[in-house]
């Protein structure tokens, strides 16, 4: 059974910064496009970020331009995890965050994606 299972929300002031991961397993994602969405209250989801995987080149990694300067992700080929890295956060990144899979390249639609989490919150208070 494949399964994402997110860890690492909570509850953080402005300015300050969380480490978010995604444990993937079931199967190998090493071929996938990895990568986070988040949903705000009556709010569409949106993409964050994803790491491409080049076939052994490195990866290349995309970012939402809410993220970019601010968030890095990454992912654990051998342990199979997603990662990001989130400074400098504002009360407007409150969502919940899913971690996703598509086998399709450089995708940011939530369409395209074909395996997702349940979510962590992410909250942070002003």
């Known amino acids: 059974q494949v399964q994402l299972v997110e860890s690492g929300g909570g509850l953080v002031q402005a300015g300050g910064s969380l480490r978010l991961s995604c444990a993937a397993s079931?199967?190998?994602?090493?071929?996938?496009?990895m990568c986070w969405f988040r949903q705000a209250p009556e709010k569409e989801r949106e993409f964050v970020a994803a790491v491409n995987w080049r076939g052994g080149l490195t990866d290349y990694a995309d970012y939402a331009d809410s993220a970019k300067g601010r968030f890095t992700v990454s992912r654990d080929y051998a342990k199979n995890t997603l990662n990001l890295h989130m400074n400098s956060l504002k009360p407007e990144d409150t969502a919940v965050y899913y971690c996703a899979a598509a086998r399709k390249f450089r995708v940011d639609a939530a369409i395209d994606y074909d395996y997702w989490g349940q979510g962590t919150q992410v909250t942070v208070s002003s």
């Open positions: 079931g199967r190998t994602f090493s071929y996938y496009t």
